[in-house]
């Protein structure tokens, strides 16, 4: 057929065009340069679209206060006073170092990104460490230890923020979080490099003796907002780099001789101590002297008095020792109980009262016997009594007996 005749050797013309196109593709490539730069060039010449599609995602760039090294997959932000995780990290990353930063927090999603850091593997964070608002059930004595726990290696840790630490519910409490926190202080040379502790919103009742001996270098302490009642087991005479002292909303009521002269001796502390319900009694006279020459109060003009009633709301440095006597004055509440336990008294008074007037009868016979047994026993006595005052009734007696 015509129409089959002439399309035949159109065909084979076309495939033969294309063989000849291929060879001629192939031969080129090859006779080009052998290097990955020549070649990808020229690939994504000839097919761009696909090349782009293909061609895998370019790798970040180091993050400007960083140090990177791809080689030895390591990027380092040390001492930057970072905020926050920088977000344009490398995706090659295995070990990131953010040492020495004020991360305050680390939200949900810190290390998230597009492509994803599947190689990141150790992450140092060391130089600071915030534990509050988290639910401790068990803090071990070498939690803060370096990386040779058993040995006591110092730890790097500058830090320290354990703010309203929540732990499990029980009459316990309290005194559980205040052991913790104290074996972990005090671990021998474990924390000596630490600057800052916060302890605050702890609901502290007190404080042990030695918390503090283990940090000598410590600078900034934040006991504020808790329940301390005292000072007097608590010494502060090794910390002699201390800067501050926040005291605030505890609840103390004087401090002794004892703490003043400590916190006198540290020749860089600042100290704070307002809202504490301080009773202005006698007991109070050295505290009151000893604010009025110090200087080392913050706001010391704000402090105020919440007891007795009398007192309440005078500022301290302006009170005289006049003003200070122990009158043997009751708090309200102690009144109160005191009025409560008479009524009490009264009630059970009353129905002892009550009790006896229904048994008056037999309470009167039952009196009139012990009398007439007393009244017997009295005469008798006085009978052997005349009988012995009257030699002339004794020799009747006698010759009676004969």
């Known amino acids: 057929m015509p129409g089959g005749c002439s399309r035949g050797p159109a065909t084979g013309d076309g495939r033969f065009r294309l063989a000849r196109l291929a060879l001629v593709l192939l031969g080129w490539v090859s006779s080009s340069s052998p290097t990955s730069s020549a070649s990808s060039s020229t690939a994504s010449a000839l097919f761009p679209a696909s090349a782009a599609s293909a061609q895998p995602p370019l790798s970040s760039q180091c993050p400007a206060p960083c140090e990177c090294s791809e080689a030895a997959r390591t990027v380092k932000c040390v001492n930057r006073n970072l905020t926050e995780v920088p977000a344009d990290l490398p995706p090659y990353v295995r070990t990131l170092f953010l040492t020495g ?23 140092n964070l060391s130089g600071q460490l915030d534990l509050s608002h988290n639910p401790l059930a068990h803090l071990s004595p070498f939690a803060f230890s370096g990386i040779n726990a058993s040995a006591s290696t110092p730890s790097p840790l500058v830090e320290l923020i354990l703010n309203h630490v929540e732990t499990p519910g029980g009459p316990d409490r309290n005194r559980s979080v205040e052991r913790m926190v104290a074996a972990a202080l005090q671990e021998p040379h474990t924390l000596r490099g630490l600057r800052r502790l916060e302890l605050a919103s702890n609901h502290f009742l007190y404080l042990p003796r030695d918390l503090l001996s283990q940090l000598p270098g410590l600078r900034h302490l934040d006991l504020s907002n808790n329940s301390l009642v005292s000072l007097t087991y608590l010494s502060f005479r090794n910390l002699t780099h201390l800067e501050s002292l926040h005291l605030e909303d505890n609840a103390l009521k004087v401090l002794h001789n004892g703490t003043l002269a400590e916190l006198q001796s540290l020749a860089h502390v600042r100290v704070f101590l307002e809202d504490n319900p301080w009773v ?26 919440a007891f007795p009633e009398k007192m309440r ?31 009490v008294l009264a009630l059970i008074g009353a129905i002892f009262l009550l009790v006896l007037y229904l048994n008056r ?42």
């Not at 037999?362 to 012995?388: Q, T």
Request: hydrophobic share 40%.
């Open 313 to 343: 709301n005078r500022i301290l440095v302006e009170l005289n020792i006049s003003d200070l006597d122990c009158d043997p004055i009751l708090p309200p509440s102690l009144q109160t109980s005191y009025v409560f336990l008479g009524i």
């Open 361 to 402: 009868k037999g309470i009167k016979k039952w009196m009139h016997n012990i009398r007439d047994a007393c009244r017997d026993h009295m005469e008798g006595y006085h009978y052997r009594y005349e009988i012995n005052a009257d030699p002339r009734l004794t020799n009747l007696s006698s010759n009676s007996d004969v």
């Open 101 to 123: 930063n004020q991360l305050a927090l680390l939200p949900a999603g810190a290390f998230a990104r597009r492509p994803p850091l599947a190689e990141l593997a150790a992450l």
């Open 280 to 305: 202005c009694d006698c007991h109070m006279v050295d505290m009151v002297n000893w604010l009025k020459e110090t200087e080392i109060v913050e706001g010391k003009a704000r402090l105020t008095c």
